[in-house]
């Protein structure tokens, strides 16, 4: 059963990093946690079989699958693509500034066009039963009007969808790459509680810097859920229900991804980015470097029950 914790806080959409074996190692360190998966395009949804990749899952009913794209007809297909692996809830990227994805205009180009977004989104919702959710900024360059975000979620919530997550920043286009506009837009964390107290009826979450998972009380009245993206990656032990774990209890879950992956890969060519994301999990505890090593070590030569036995040997 999942409590309040699990409820408030969930894990960002990061490509690259939250892709299906990271969603498969959460599942052992919280399996209530609500991870978004990385953006996917609609057609690459359409035209490749890259949804088989979560089949590795038991379970998708905590996975958003977070879809980019500005077609409705193709967000349609993609969606019930998504619906027939077993994804029952979508996110829609309108947030992302990177260049090659303005250039595609999609991302956080949809923030000035809500109504395209509500087309996509009714052509969704005519196909599948998913819940609807859109990730977005605050605003779009150096411009502070109130507006743009406002119309935008009133123009949305004409599509039925309530759930709107917040990254708490601009986004700066053209002249600023990704990783800038991560840190040098401000956070405005006011800018989305004021959101929440205009759409009081809107399921609002906030994201953007955000590194703890213990502060339901300083924030439910305020928000309905935090999402965290850099840290929950860097440190995806406080989604634990016991936060602080000592070293024999994290090499305990690490132990049962590892089994769990080396069955998997009885039956499926072996993928390396399994291994990436165990790799910094002992940061901080002696011998964290050593496994570091043998965790690159197997990243070459694949054979994981080399890194078994060393879990064995020296834990
Ligand atoms: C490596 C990386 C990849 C990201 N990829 C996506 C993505 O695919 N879709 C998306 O909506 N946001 C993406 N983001 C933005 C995060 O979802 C989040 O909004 C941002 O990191 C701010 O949250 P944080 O301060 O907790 O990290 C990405 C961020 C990082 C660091």
Not at 48 to 75: C, D, H, M, W
Not at 108 to 114: D, G, H, M, Q, R
Not at 268 to 283: A, D, V, Y
């Amino acid at each position: 059963m999942n409590n309040e914790i699990d409820d408030f806080y969930s894990i960002a959409p990061m490509m690259g990093k939250t892709d299906s074996f990271f969603c498969h190692l959460m599942s052992f360190i919280n399996q209530n946690t609500k991870i978004y998966t990385e953006m996917m395009h609609v057609e690459t949804i359409i035209r490749t079989n890259i949804l088989e990749k979560y089949k590795i899952l038991k379970n998708l009913s905590n996975i958003v699958i977070q879809i980019a794209g500005n077609s409705p007809e193709s967000f349609a297909r993609a969606a019930k693509k998504a619906s027939m692996h077993g994804f029952n809830e979508i996110n829609i990227n309108c947030g992302c500034p990177s260049k090659n994805v303005i250039a595609g205009d999609f991302g956080l180009s949809l923030l000035k066009k809500p109504r395209l977004v509500r087309e996509c989104i009714e052509s969704i919702k005519n196909e599948v039963e998913s819940t609807v959710s859109v990730k977005t900024r605050i605003g779009i360059n150096y411009n502070n009007c109130e507006n743009l975000l406002d119309d935008f979620v009133n123009e949305i919530n004409l599509s039925g969808v309530n759930k709107f997550i917040i990254h708490a920043r601009n986004g700066i286009l053209n002249n600023m790459n990704t990783k800038k506009n991560l840190t040098i837009p401000p956070l405005k964390y006011e800018r989305v509680f004021d959101l929440k107290k205009k759409f009081t009826n809107n399921h609002i979450i906030i994201n953007g810097g955000f590194i703890k998972t213990e502060e339901i009380i300083k924030y439910i009245k305020k928000i309905d859920g935090i999402m965290i993206g850099r840290e929950a990656y860097r440190n995806p032990w406080i989604f634990h229900k016991k936060r602080l774990l000592n070293i024999k209890e994290k090499i305990k879950i690490i132990e049962k991804y590892i089994l769990s992956l080396k069955y998997y890969f009885n039956k499926n060519t072996f993928n390396k980015n399994s291994l990436i994301h165990i790799q910094k999990l002992l940061n901080g505890h002696t011998g964290a470097k050593s496994w570091r090593q043998k965790v690159g070590l197997v990243h070459h030569n694949k054979d994981l029950q080399l890194l078994l036995n060393y879990i064995k040997y020296y834990y």
